[in-house]
T-cell receptor, first 112, second 111 residues
Framework: KAGVTQTPRYLIKTRGQQVTLSCSPI?????VSWYQQTPGQGLQFLFE???????NKGNFPGRFSGRQFSNSRSEMNVSTLELGDSALYLC???????????FGPGTRLLVL | QKEVEQNSGPLSVPEGAIASLNCTYS??????FFWYRQYSGKSPELIMF????GDKEDGRFTAQLNKASQYVSLLIRDSQPSDSATYLC???????????FGPGTRLSVLP
């Protein structure tokens, strides 16, 4: 079974731009969670989508948004990028009926 | 605010020794506990999970949970240099709720 895939793997943007990241979960998994990881704040939960609906949400500003498609693929969008948005963005896939999550390789975003 | 705390380390142990990693959590209602390993520059990978008080063993790894003390630990027996990584503790309050991760403990196994 193929693992979780994320695209792109690396991204460089400038302040004020917007970015869209993509995550394809493991086949058969219906839940996708997004996390931001930085050296200072660690791994922080952004939101989770299950069957195209946002099921949980972390404490991030509205500039961070997401969606999930009928094939369970998910996208995360960050608008009006700030320097502090530079981070590794990870998505995690699960069936949605068990707690076990499997992480993708991440997208490393650098905001200049 | 639900919190998960870990010693940041680095924790250094000699090859062949037992490494003990600790995690405490603030939400007494937490139900599920996970240990992830993250190599530098890589994404976290699940080592094991535990739901019930007591010990759970998987190969060289043993997870220990004490809900009364709000404490979960991971023991790595016969530590190898390849175990050198950051170990993340994650806690889930209820099914369907999001995970809260600790800051991670950096483990260094010295050959």
């Amino acid at each position: 079974k193929a693992g979780v895939t994320q695209t792109p793997r690396y991204l460089i943007k400038t302040r004020g731009q917007q970015v869209t990241l993509s995550c394809s979960p493991i086949s058969g998994h219906r839940s996708v969670s997004w996390y931001q990881q930085t050296p200072g704040q660690g791994l922080q939960f952004l939101f989770e989508y299950f069957s195209e609906t946002q099921r949980n949400k972390g404490n991030f500003p509205g500039r961070f948004s997401g969606r999930q498609f009928s094939n369970s693929r998910s996208e995360m969008n960050v608008s009006t990028l700030e320097l502090g948005d530079s981070a590794l963005y990870l998505c995690a896939s699960s069936t949605g009926f068990s707690e076990t999550q499997y992480f993708g390789p991440g997208t490393r975003l650098l905001v200049l | 605010q639900k919190e998960v705390e870990q010693n940041s380390g680095p924790l250094s142990v000699p090859e062949g020794a037992i490494a003990s990693l600790n995690c405490t959590y603030s939400d007494r209602g937490s139900q599920s506990f996970f240990w992830y390993r993250q190599y530098s520059g890589k994404s976290p990978e699940l080592i094991m999970f535990i739901y019930s008080n007591g010990d759970k063993e998987d190969g060289r790894f043993t997870a220990q949970l004490n809900k009364a003390s709000q404490y979960v630990s991971l023991l790595i027996r016969d530590s190898q240099p390849s175990d050198s990584a950051t170990y993340l503790c994650a806690v889930q309050t209820n099914y369907g709720q999001n995970f809260v991760f600790g800051p991670g403990t950096r483990l260094s196994v010295l050959p």
